[in-house]
């Protein structure tokens, strides 16, 4: 009985299980996260006071909640705030009875759950997607359900670097690489696969650079957050060409321009918590006339012919989406949330970890998505756990 009330048995659980989830169902990411981060809090044998990072999440939470005050949508934004702190609270209490509990080995179940998970994706690759189909009660590939396999490929891209960094032998190491690499890439995600290439790199500069250059990560990750506007607005007044760009990168850019122009005009306070579903004039398409401005005029029957529009639920970039939502208060509590995350992450698998999924969020993914935020929790946890874990015997 004593092994179960081991909080570190919930963290291994979810990694041997949450890369095969993400090949079969993304969503059931966040329930498996979830139940993890309950049955490792229900291990905690005394709170203890909130530590940084937890305190400068919460009150990015009160502030989202406070935002209801002028948001777009009140309840939408009272109701997102509470419950992202309810989760904070949740992984509150799982890290402290993690850090209360003995230091176990999650190696075994980081490893035996990437490579399954990587073998998985090929799996289903090759088979045309037979096994997603079939999980789904379909017997055909659909290609709405190619937006699925977008999780699997970030939750191997934010693993790999962890699993790189384990004591385990060199052989193993190489066939994790060669594994997940292989999953990710065959798989239509784009931001898992600058993700990766991003994480790799900060794996490897840390590994050379040392604590001096996980602050420098740090500090550049934090900075991305609170200047973006500044940096990205530069950049898109030029109306520079963006025709050589694929469909959806290119949509990106108008979402980007259109999002800045909203930004101006609520830059202190923000449109209020999940307003970027709701943001007026975000629903309409987008105009040729836009499309003309970065050179995208040829590129005008695939944005017809897909209706897009200007700001389709969210930013895809976290610091806009944290800019238009809770402006200068949200960002300057996001900065700091970011720097206190990354001055944590000194070894190089956790290094790699954080600037992989900085680079994911500054592509893809609404902010408060649920099982997004579950799995970057989770994420958190096991590379703090894994700091602590015993060398092999």
């Known amino acids: 009985m004593r092994r179960f009330r081991d909080p570190a048995l919930a963290l291994g659980l979810f ?11 993304y969503r059931a990411l966040a329930p498996l996260a979830l139940a993890a981060l309950a049955g490792a809090a229900l291990a905690s044998t005394r709170p203890r006071q909130p530590g940084l ?25 009272l109701f997102e705030g509470a419950r992202m702190a309810a989760l904070v609270l949740l992984a509150a ?10 230091p176990r080995r999650l190696s075994p179940w980081l490893l035996g759950g990437l490579l399954l998970g990587a073998i998985l994706a090929i799996a289903d690759q090759q088979s045309g997607h037979w096994l997603r189909a079939m999980v789904r009660g379909r017997r055909e590939w659909d ?8 999780p699997a490929a970030t939750v191997l891209a934010l693993l790999l670097p962890l699993a790189l960094a384990l004591p385990i032998g060199r052989a193993w190491k190489a066939l994790a690489l060669v594994l997940a690499l292989a999953g990710i890439f065959g798989m239509p995600a784009q931001s898992a696969k600058i993700g990766v290439v991003v994480g790799l790199a900060a794996f490897v500069l840390v590994w050379l650079g040392g604590r001096l250059a996980a602050r420098g990560i740090a500090l550049a990750a934090a900075l991305g957050v609170l200047l973006t506007p500044l940096l990205l607005g530069a950049i898109l007044a030029r109306n520079p060409d963006v025709s050589a760009m694929q469909g959806s990168a290119a949509h990106r850019v108008m979402i980007w321009d259109f999002t800045l122009a909203r930004i101006a005009e609520r830059p202190i306070l923000g449109w209020g918590m999940e307003a970027a579903r709701a943001i007026p004039g975000g629903e309409a398409q987008i105009a040729a006339e836009a499309l003309q401005r970065f050179g995208l005029g040829s590129q005008r029957e695939w944005f017809e012919a897909v209706r897009a529009q200007r700001l389709p639920l969210h930013t895809h970039n976290g610091a806009l989406q944290i800019w238009l939502e809770l402006g200068l208060v949200g960002a300057l509590l996001a900065t700091a949330l970011v720097l206190a995350l990354g001055w944590q992450a000194t070894s190089p698998g956790s290094a790699g970890a954080f600037a992989c999924a900085i680079a994911i969020a500054s592509l893809s993914y609404g902010v408060w998505q649920g099982w997004w935020l579950c799995l970057l929790a989770m994420l958190a946890l096991v590379s703090r756990q894994l700091t602590r874990e015993p060398p092999p015997r």
């Open 15 to 25: 990694l041997a299980v949450a890369p095969i989830a993400a090949v079969l169902q």
């Open 53 to 77: 990072v937890i305190s400068l999440a919460l009150a990015l939470m009160a502030w989202g909640m406070v935002s209801a005050l002028w948001a777009v949508e009140p309840g939408r934004s």
């Open 93 to 102: 209490a799982a890290g402290q009875a993690l850090e209360s509990g003995p």
């Open 143 to 150: 290609v709405v359900m190619g937006f699925g396999l977008k």
